[in-house]
């Protein structure tokens, strides 16, 4: 390894201490959302008693969203887990008995050597980003993992489709500053809803509009940020790279292409826009089921105004298209110059800026085993497998893919295995807990150290412990310590990986490993400014003026790339959903659901705050709203229950009839845990496991459903 620049892990280290118990405790959010805030935790006689923003945080600018405002009810909630817990009872019926973290270690550490010495692949670790965090993500427990040799999980319930098609176009997750776009004078909120999940970029867009730039919202639903854009096109979910190909033909058709820019810096655009000429605003108008005015219309806008500004979000990837559609939209800039301006060009991901280090999770302690991949959005049928490649031990961290994981029955199914032996790390009882073997108490982000990038904005975070863990909760990374010293006094000999010093690493270690601090990323005032303050941006290209004007993308020949030499079919591709809404099933499942999520709650993490649960749906239950036509066709009105199905599964919602939902598309807000629902059944019981394009994505934009009224019980 590179070796570290003076003093970053000393630095790191006086980090990782607890401060003293009154005054303010620098923070850093932790939460799976673009803006990774900086925060200011105020303690007070040893509470925390105030979470708020870092009013020194270029981004944060002193405020926090209402989720997190509300961090301290959350760290401070009375069903916060505070012991070791054992199954007494069935599977999934929540019942369970208090034990010490001995018998909790001796109990998982027998199960998993009895179960490695089977098989080691059958042992899988599903997590996600219940932390973004780098030392209580991955930073220990994949160590754990790869010194067992266990199956490797792919992790893609998110953002992996829109990932690739960044990677087959830039190289990488990059693209322009999202700051930057308070200068630019058209911005295109592409399946993009910042107020409610990109809440401080949604204060720069406001502040270009006072400026004089026009808004353009592309989404199925009149969201929240929609309603406050001049223009909105609700497009049919899956049908984006139809949308980008038809702009791209607008463009090239009126004469508005950047030829130079085209040359010098791009691969394969003459074939892009070959492709782009078969689709006129009329096709697309049609597969797109809109006007093709308003697709002349943006086209003429993008092409005349600059600075131009595309933010794109990851609902419009979660669909069979989905790493074609980033590709296709991605490509917008290049074709007319836009990334030639600082203010403009399009943004997605900027997580591929700060230069990681992949050995912070130590895969080289595999040796020269390769274990199988299992993709985490086919869960449900992974445990579902009955032959050699049976799935016996499941560790859950940072995860509750019980509620979050599509095609939930199928998952429920595998987890009520009683035959599969499940571990839980978790601040709560949620629905994957009801179903584990052994729960184990963890930290919240008041209680630990932890350093953090974004992939919203270009600075990186400490976050300080304000307070020492409560009750008997520790963190991951204490855990999955502890859990190897157990693993290697059973195993010994057998698995010597599990001896590596990497195992015993400390916190800072952890951190100190998680980044290439030499990278000039980290020139300049950036390393001074970190350790002063707990945050610090990056000393890359878009920090100082459009990053791609001269070209100097991630790709192999530092161009563009329109065409994928990797890919059998090089361009991007326009295609029919799994479930689409031109196809014979829609006969019988006739609309299309998305389930985007709710202003207060932010995935399944505060679906339990009480005070979060008021404000994110009708008497704390889920919702879906229907447009007017459907709503009236189904003979169901507002306030009354809906059943909304398929052949997978079944959810009740109460029923919103508004025109922002565009005909044809019912939206389900997401995500409530199953068992604060009506009927036990959260969104995901309808949605599939069919995988995206590029990446294994998942595809929840992709389902077709029916809605009917349901009567009420008599009285």
């Not at 105004?305 to 991605?330: E, F, H, K, S, W």
């Amino acid at each position: 390894m590179t070796p570290m620049p003076t003093n970053i892990l000393a630095q790191l280290e006086a980090w990782t201490s607890l401060p003293p118990y009154d005054g303010d405790v620098q923070a850093a959010c932790p939460h799976d959302c673009p803006d990774t805030c900086a925060m200011r935790v105020r303690v007070e006689n040893g509470r925390v008693v105030a979470v708020k923003g870092d009013p020194t945080h270029a981004l944060t600018a002193g405020t926090l969203c209402t989720k997190v405002s509300r961090y301290a009810e959350r760290t401070y909630h009375p069903d916060r887990l505070k012991t070791p817990l054992k199954r007494v009872g069935p599977k999934g019926a929540g019942q369970f008995v208090a034990i010490g973290w001995d018998e909790a270690y001796t109990i998982i550490a027998q199960r998993l050597a009895e179960i490695w010495r089977r098989n080691p692949e059958a042992v899988l670790p599903y997590s996600y980003a219940g932390t973004m965090g780098q030392v209580q993500g991955e930073g220990m427990a994949s160590r754990l993992f790869h010194a067992l040799g266990a199956s490797r999980l792919k992790r893609t319930i998110c953002s992996e489709a829109g990932g690739e098609g960044l990677r087959l176009t830039m190289g990488k997750n990059i693209g322009m500053d999202p700051e930057a776009i308070a200068g630019a004078k058209l911005i295109i909120l592409w399946g993009s809803n910042p107020i409610t999940s990109h809440v401080h970029l949604w204060a720069k867009v406001q502040q270009a509009k006072r400026d004089g730039a026009v808004l353009w919202a592309i989404d199925p639903y009149r969201s929240d940020s929609a309603e406050k854009c001049q223009h909105h096109i609700a497009l049919r979910p899956g049908t984006d790279t139809a949308l980008a190909y038809a702009i791209a033909h607008v463009l090239q058709r009126d004469g508005h292409l950047d030829h130079d820019y085209l040359a010098r810096y791009t691969t394969g655009a003459g074939e892009f826009l070959q492709r782009a000429a078969e689709w006129s605003p009329q096709r697309a108008a049609a597969w797109c089921d809109i006007d093709p005015t308003q697709i002349e219309a943006l086209a003429d806008a993008y092409a005349t105004t600059r600075p131009a500004a595309i933010r794109l979000n990851y609902g419009m990837q979660r669909n069979a298209g989905g790493g074609d559609a980033v590709r296709a939209i991605m490509a917008l800039p290049a074709l007319v110059g836009h990334w030639r301006e600082r203010s403009g060009g399009a943004v997605l991901s900027t997580s591929g800026w700060l230069p990681k280090r992949a050995a912070v999770t130590r895969p080289d302690l595999l040796g020269d085993r390769a274990p199988r991949w299992i993709n985490m959005s086919t869960i449900g049928d992974a445990l579902n497998t009955d032959d050699d490649g049976r799935i016996d031990a499941l560790v859950v961290y940072n995860s509750n893919p019980v509620a979050v994981a599509p095609d939930s029955n199928a998952v429920r199914r595998g987890f009520a295995r009683d035959d599969l032996f499940t571990v839980v790390l978790e601040h709560f009882q949620t629905d994957t807990a009801d179903y584990a073997d052994i729960v184990l108490p963890a930290t919240t982000q008041l209680e630990h150290f932890d350093l953090h990038g974004a992939y919203g904005h270009l600075h990186v975070l400490l976050n300080r412990p304000a307070i020492p863990p409560l009750s008997e909760a520790r963190s991951n990374s204490r855990i999955f310590r502890e859990l190897a010293i157990r693993l290697a006094d059973i195993l010994g000999n057998e698995c010597p990986a599990l001896s590596d010093p990497a195992l015993a690493a400390s916190d800072a270690q952890i951190a100190s490993e998680a980044f290439d601090w030499q990278h000039p990323a980290f020139g300049g005032d950036v390393l001074p400014q970190l350790f002063a303050q707990g945050h610090s941006k990056l000393n890359v290209a878009a920090t100082h003026g459009a990053p791609f004007a001269l070209g100097g993308f991630a790709t192999a020949d530092s161009r563009f790339q329109f065409t994928s030499s990797e890919l059998d079919q090089p361009l991007p591709q326009v295609r029919d959903n799994h479930e689409d809404w031109k196809s014979p099933r829609a006969q019988i499942y006739p609309l299309q659901l998305i389930s985007p999520p709710p202003r207060h709650l932010l995935n399944s993490s505060f679906a339990n705050i009480e005070s979060l649960r008021v404000l994110a749906g009708d008497s704390h239950e889920p919702i879906v709203v229907l447009h007017p036509t459907d709503a009236a066709a189904r003979k169901v009105g507002a306030g009354e229950t809906a059943r909304i199905f398929n052949e997978r599964g079944s959810h009740l919602a109460r029923v919103r009839i508004s025109e922002r939902a565009r005909p044809g598309v019912a939206v389900a807000f997401s995500i409530f845990w199953h068992k604060h629902t009506l009927d036990g059944n959260s969104c995901n019981a309808v949605t599939s496991q069919a995988l995206s394009d590029h990446g294994g994505s998942a595809t929840f934009y992709d389902c077709l459903v029916q809605v009917e009224r349901v009567e009420p019980a008599p009285q």
